[in-house]
């Protein structure tokens, strides 16, 4: 009988674990999703602040007049700084995300053998709601 409640209540834990597993790995993998397309995001607003810095070099190297735009390269290319620090970032992000992804669905993968190999899923019938 003690056996019988020891099984229950660890097959309620593993029902509780594999229950945020399920919970949390469609958020996850959205997150990661969101993450990735701000990488590109970022990706392409740094191309296009070294394309306007560039630019606004060579126009303030063929003006005739002398227009000082040397302060709005700087800023450009501090904001350039910027994204890349915060592309950075995100990238780090990502990578813990992914590995949280894969930790989950390995520990999902074990668990479901785990509870294929008592034979719970077997002998257990489908909840009526």
Do not use: W
């Not at 056996?3 to 097959?11: D, L, N, P, R």
């Not at 735009?69 to 904001?79: E, F, H, R, T």
């Amino acid at each position: 009988m003690a056996a019988a409640t020891i099984v229950e209540s660890s097959t309620g834990k593993d029902a509780i674990a594999e229950g945020l597993i399920d919970l949390l790995k469609p958020a996850i993998q959205q997150l990661d999703l969101h993450v990735h397309s701000v990488r590109e995001s970022q990706v392409e607003l740094r191309e296009h602040i070294d394309s306007l810095a560039t630019e606004l070099c060579r126009i303030n190297e063929h003006q005739k007049v002398a227009l000082d735009l040397d302060p709005y390269v700087k800023k450009l290319l501090n904001a350039r700084r910027r994204v890349v620090l915060v592309n950075n970032i995100l990238q780090n992000a990502q990578e813990r995300l992914r590995r949280l992804n894969h930790n989950v669905a390995k520990e999902t993968a074990r668990r479901k053998t785990m509870l294929e190999a008592s034979g719970v899923f077997a002998t257990r019938s489908p909840s009526k709601p």
